[in-house]
């Protein structure tokens, strides 16, 4: 009990976060063949904000390639969007096929909670697509120009964006209801991207050369007012804990028109962090980006259809430096209120009972490999039993994982992103 408690506390006293490399995954479009770059993905790295590596996608030029997410069953690779096809790609450059042809351009995707992957396209339809390429339909009642989605980390369910319209935000049901979200956004009349702030529950909305906060309740607020550089926000994502341009601070990449680049932004002060990448020349001359994320080869992702008597799968991914580490995952009923480590990082789950359970692994029949040590290539798989119990469906719960690193101060060097599912009929 001892050693379990100290593990608990590691986590609830831990220190300055060990030296970690952070990279630009930017999915690149030529909007009309000019692109210096073309169709591709690009990997800048953060450090040095010079090009690493680009892999070129399969397309018939033009308007071809959307967003870009991690994939969370297999490591070291991406999903990315190209015309109406779901595509795979490993860090090597090896290009597969998840889903073909779903019938018209696909212009978000973000991972959903069971694993699969949720797509918005031309037409305002809403698709699920495993990770076997099986293609369901949610809804086909968005706005014709339906241009983001957002899986939300609080309700299971999702935010989509539209382009030129209003509603400019929707709510969809997991079973496909429409309600609205928000009418209008001062200052975007096109909806780029759209990111959660797992500390407040809020979306993070950017278009034109604005970023917006809206509250689950629609509340709208102004972040990112109108700076020089931006003109044409295409996508955004938060940084990560422990990024060197500040955490839960925000990345967007403009596509223009000229100048195009990626730009960080203090959200409480709305003022720039930091130029990644700047053409003034705009896309003919760099980059022209449609999605954009950090990479840092470390996430919590999960996997499962929630319903009880299965295990739901708790995917951790790391680096392989960190093979051998002692890991420990906490769960919590909330993602607020968090707490923050001596450092300032932000751990985004409540302190409540489960909290407590699972980070001294009092109930390993359930919360399974919930401690345990990073396996060779520094990965590894926990589960969580749901009881086949009718009381619990609907119980949603979260998750986070820390690595205890002796050398680190304080004994915890990564902390992880915070992940939830519910559980379901």
């Given amino acids: ?51 690493l590596r680009q892999i070129v996608l399969p397309s018939a030029g033009g308007n071809d390639v959307g967003g870009v997410v991690m994939d969370p069953i297999n490591d070291g690779a991406w999903i990315v969007t190209v015309d109406d096809d779901v595509l795979r790609v490993t860090t090597g450059g090896v290009i597969t096929t998840i889903a073909a042809n779903l019938g018209s351009a696909i212009h978000g995707i973000d991972t959903d909670e069971d694993g699969t992957f949720v797509v918005v396209r031309q037409g305002g339809i809403m698709n699920r697509v495993s990770v076997t390429g099986v293609v369901t339909t949610i809804t086909s009642g968005l706005g014709a120009n339906v241009n983001a989605v957002k899986w939300d980390l609080d309700t299971g369910n999702y935010v989509a964006g539209n382009a030129g319209a209003t509603p400019i935000l929707w709510r969809v049901s997991r079973a496909g209801v429409i309600t609205t979200l928000a009418n209008t956004i001062p200052g975007i009349g096109i909806v780029g991207g759209i990111d959660q702030d797992p500390r407040t529950g809020d979306f993070l909305v950017c278009g034109s050369a604005t970023v917006a906060r809206v509250t689950a309740g629609g509340v709208v607020t102004t972040a990112v007012n109108s700076p020089a550089e931006l003109n044409g926000a295409n996508h955004l994502t938060l940084l990560p804990t422990g990024h060197p341009d500040g955490e839960y601070n925000v990345a967007v990449a403009d596509f223009g028109p000229a100048p195009t680049g990626l730009y960080t932004y203090d959200l409480g002060a709305g003022r720039l962090v930091s130029t990644i990448l700047h053409y003034p020349g705009g896309a003919a001359a760099g980059i022209g980006p449609s999605g954009v994320l950090v990479h840092q080869g470390r996430a919590l992702h999960g996997e499962g259809n929630g319903r009880g008597g299965t295990n739901y799968r708790l995917g951790l991914r790391n680096p392989v430096s960190e093979a051998g580490r002692t890991y420990v995952i906490s769960g919590s009923f909330g993602a607020r209120p968090g707490f923050q480590l001596p450092d300032g990082r932000q751990v985004n789950l409540a302190l409540d009972p489960l909290y407590f359970v699972t980070t001294q692994n009092l109930l390993p029949a359930i919360f399974q490999n919930f401690l345990g040590v990073l396996l060779p290539n520094g990965d590894r798989d926990a589960f969580v039993f749901i009881l086949n119990d009718p009381i619990i469906i609907g119980l949603r719960t979260f998750y986070s994982f820390a690595i205890v690193d002796g050398a680190a101060p304080n004994g915890i060097g990564f902390v992880s992103n915070t992940h939830a599912f519910s559980v379901k009929p």
């Fill in 1 to 51: 009990m001892a050693a379990r408690t100290s593990l608990a506390l590691l986590f609830l006293a831990a220190g300055l976060q060990a030296q970690a490399r952070f990279d630009w995954v930017i999915s690149n479009l030529t909007g009309g063949g000019a692109s210096f770059y073309g169709d591709s993905l690009l990997i800048f790295s953060h450090q040095t904000r010079t090009l």
